[in-house]
């Protein structure tokens, strides 16, 4: 009799936990489909919209799970999602002609910058007498966005390019690696790891406003015989593996729908807006990144397409930066078919 009971006990006991799996089972299963997107910051400026979208829970009316996976670069980050950790990678449009060199393909299925450049050369506060000019910057060490053993950083290539402008090629300087965020831009200024950097906004007007360094130059000051070749090119994308890019279409249609809801939110809402959807503690920060939205005011498109004269300039770069032949290969490098071009 004992032993019957202890039989029905094990049996409805085996019989709940089974349940319980199988409930649990259900769940996952019916649970919000997740995207994964590599991008650099935390709050590095030109990839904010992408911020924006669970904050503003775009990805959730659409019964996804945007997640954002942060990196010190943008080339760190698409070399990660090449390696099969993410579908979507955000970083500047250069690198993926430096990732197709070296047999990794990946293409730009959106455009993610307007016009306004948000980026400068600092100069360290306690120089500033001694360097007064970028030709000054030669024989001086210059912190930079870092990439991997054997690909340079968007950053760092506009930098050669600037640098170059100004007489003093890129074998003159020394390039300390630096993650594209405050804390390590902060240290880098801080300890004195570097004379000068080259960084974006928000982290660039921060360093200013800490007295930390002094611009001097800021790109959108570029004119002139000294102006970049390729002015107004494609800058930030998304960008997704091209081997995978017939497996990956519901999602990066779904990413694309989530982003041309956020920037055109983004285009009707008030600097301030924007800010208070950020969930930004420090109030100075908040200050801060409402006037940046508001100096910058064509930093961001009105939707993802991509802009013809800006691929054509793109061309112009990739080939002055001696990463393409022809200014029309760039055509191999995008994915039109789910945004088009405007």
């Given at each position: ?10 049996w ?19 649970g ?8 650099p910051g935390?709050?590095s400026l030109?990839?904010?919209?992408l911020?924006?979208i ?8 659409l ?16 070399e ?9 990678a ?44 970028v ?24 930098g ?9 090629a890129?074998?003159e ?20 790891s ?9 982290f ?6 800490a ?75 908040r200050?801060?990144l409402v ?52």
């Amino acid at each position: 009799m004992e032993r019957g009971r202890r039989d029905c006990v094990r049996w409805m006991s085996t019989g709940l936990l089974g349940l319980l799996g199988a409930l649990s089972v259900g769940a996952a299963e019916n649970g919000p489909h997740l995207i994964r997107l590599n991008l650099p910051g935390p709050r590095s400026l030109p990839f904010l919209p992408l911020e924006l979208i669970p904050r503003l829970g775009f990805d959730r009316e659409l019964g996804i799970r945007l997640q954002l996976r942060y990196f010190t670069s943008g080339v760190l980050a698409a070399e990660d999602m090449l390696a099969g950790n993410a579908g979507f990678a955000a970083h500047g449009f250069p690198i993926l002609a430096t990732l197709r060199a070296k047999g990794r393909a990946a293409v730009a299925v959106a455009a993610l910058s307007g016009r306004d450049t948000p980026r400068a050369l600092l100069v360290r506060t306690d120089l500033v007498r001694r360097i007064k000019r970028v030709e000054d910057l030669k024989g001086t060490s210059i912190g930079a966005s870092s990439g991997s053993v054997n690909s340079k950083t968007y950053l760092q290539m506009l930098g050669e390019q600037v640098l170059g402008l100004h007489g003093v090629a890129a074998g003159e300087v020394r390039w300390v690696p630096m993650a594209q965020n405050w804390d390590s831009v902060r240290s880098v200024l801080v300890s004195r790891s570097a004379d000068a950097v080259l960084c974006e906004e928000p982290f660039l007007s921060r360093a200013v406003d800490a007295g930390l360094a002094r611009v001097l130059l800021h790109f959108n000051e570029l004119q002139g015989v000294r102006r970049l070749p390729g002015e107004g090119h494609l800058r930030a994308v998304i960008t997704a593996p091209q081997a995978g890019i017939g497996e990956a279409e519901r999602d990066g249609r779904t990413l694309l729908q989530m982003l041309n809801k956020v920037l055109a939110w983004m285009a009707k809402a008030s600097p301030g807006r924007i800010v208070e959807q950020l969930g930004i503690e420090e109030a100075a920060e908040r200050s801060e990144l409402v006037r940046l939205l508001s100096r910058y005011s064509d930093l961001f498109p009105r939707d993802p397409r991509f802009d013809t004269a800006a691929i054509a300039a793109t061309g112009t770069l990739l080939v002055a930066l001696g990463l393409l032949d022809q200014p029309a290969a760039v055509g191999s490098l995008i994915d039109e078919r789910w945004t088009g071009r405007s």
